[in-house]
């Protein structure tokens, strides 16, 4: 079964990927290594959650929020490599958490995400990340991850 068909089988659906909202590029190849920009919880173009988690957005919607981002940067490689089953590892996840200062579960909301990897990719999906508690993001997002990946040249 391939990456996108185990996608549907776990009840998800890649979106097309997200056009940038600045001067930048969502994906870049740099072999044998990819890298993602910032992705958020973007559902059909909207935010699923605005606020900071702790306070407005849950631990609970935190992590989904994190699932629907991870969703996103596989969109994002997606767009940039054509096919899912190029990627051979993921390698690295960085993860904002817009929170208060006292908050202190940013890995549990970044679980959405890794979970979700590993879940879909197996030893192949485990990967080294960074949790980081910031003070605000753009347009009010509860987070943003960007990834690195490794690729099939």
């Known amino acids: 079964m391939n990456i996108e068909e185990k996608l549907l089988q776990m009840g998800y659906q890649l979106e097309e990927p997200p056009t940038p909202l600045a001067s930048y590029l969502s994906a870049l190849v740099v072999p044998p290594f990819l890298f993602t920009s910032g992705a958020a919880c973007m559902v059909e173009g909207k935010p699923k959650y605005l606020g900071k988690v702790g306070r407005k957005v849950s631990i609970e919607q935190g992590y989904e929020a994190a699932q629907i981002t991870a969703l996103n940067l596989l969109s994002k490689i997606k767009g940039a490599i054509g096919d899912l089953e190029r990627i051979d590892r993921i390698v690295r ?11 202190t579960r940013q890995s549990q909301v970044m679980d959405g995400a890794s979970d979700l990897l590993v879940e879909l990719f197996g030893e192949s999906g485990r990967h080294v990340r960074t949790a980081l508690g910031v003070s605000s993001l753009p347009l009010n997002l509860p987070l943003e991850i960007e990834m690195m990946a490794q690729i099939k040249t």
């Open 93 to 103: 996840l960085t993860g904002y958490v817009n929170c208060d200062p006292d908050f």
